[in-house]
């Protein structure tokens, strides 16, 4: 994981979009949403993104879930699929402030020895660190796309984004109680991971959840006046010394983000149908900013 620090350069007011697993070289990839999501994102002066990460499939012939009919024939080599993701992300690049690398792109990592496709894909783009990045140990050299996991610092907004490994899909048999059920999991996934931030987000899900700050009416004394009264906790940094501070984590945003991949495609059988899968959410989760404080999370759905 790296630690980046954005503070010196955001504007009072913005947004900043959380999205990832497109996926590019699977057929089912989703060209036309993701030029909708392109086009919101241009829409407004301020506004920024992370890219979470399998961007690519990057799934090669010996892997189990290789099968030739789900790929896109223009980019079933692993080059043609970097520079299609290039393209795809090229019209936003000056937006993109971070980008992570997924399990799909991990599985090339481990076959080449280190290429990494994201990083490849920030090259291509321009998308670099900024300067207060420095190389953690000697030897290391921080690339764009390097990292599973970032934190984030903004003026009094800091958050996490990490790409994530499992998934949970509730057996609830009520579809409000399985949403709930879900949000819930991505929260205690996230939670462990950093207590100073407040927001914390994983893709790879290919579902967008979303767990906002629970306020809970709590019951405080007066010692002037002798008066009890009941408060909302507000969202606040506690500080444990001059530099640090924690959140308490019902007043954290948690969130998942969706995906630019469709499960279910006409003529072929993908790994979701077998499995049974719920369909994919396509779209991607939006923080709203504005005079230095956060606004709310929200859930961005495009079809
Ligand atoms: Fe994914």
Redesign the pocket.
Known sequence: MRYVDYSEEMPGSYEWWYF??K?LGNIGYKRKPFSKFRVKVLSKKHAYAIDG??GIEAITPDDRRFNIDAMDPAATRLDHQIEAETRELEPIASRIKAKLF???ELTIIKKTNGINPAVEVCKNLGIKYPENVKPAFRGDKPLMGDSFTLKINLPTVRFLAR?HMRNFTSRAQDEAMAEEHEARWVKNQLRPLAADCEVMVM????KLRLRPPHQRLKMINDSATGKTRGVYPKPMRIPISKTQYHIPHDQVWYGSSG?W?GSYEEGITTYAELGGFPPTELGALRMIVKNDKLQYVEKVPFS
């Open positions: 990832g697993d996926h990460g399998d997924g399990n799909h790409h893709f790879h899900v290919h995906a991949l």
